[in-house]
């Protein structure tokens, strides 16, 4: 079976759209959070990107 690959984007981020950051994504920290709690479900290696906020950004 495929695994899963999710995609995190790093806390601390800036939107060149606004003034008032630097952001983290709240969803993604909970995310990260689990997987701080529980490091056997990470597979390896992260990625910077995140579901909306890269496309958002570019
Ligand atoms: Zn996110």
């Known amino acids: 079976m495929a695994k899963d690959r999710i995609f995190l984007i790093a806390p601390g ?3 060149p759209k606004r003034d008032d950051g630097p952001f983290i994504c ?5 995310i990260e ?15 910077p990107a995140c579901h909306s906020h890269a496309r958002a950004s570019r």
């Open 13 to 15: 981020f800036t939107d």
């Open 33 to 47: 959070g689990i997987l701080a709690s529980f490091p056997d479900l990470t597979a390896g290696s992260r990625s």
């Open 26 to 30: 709240p969803y993604c920290n909970q």
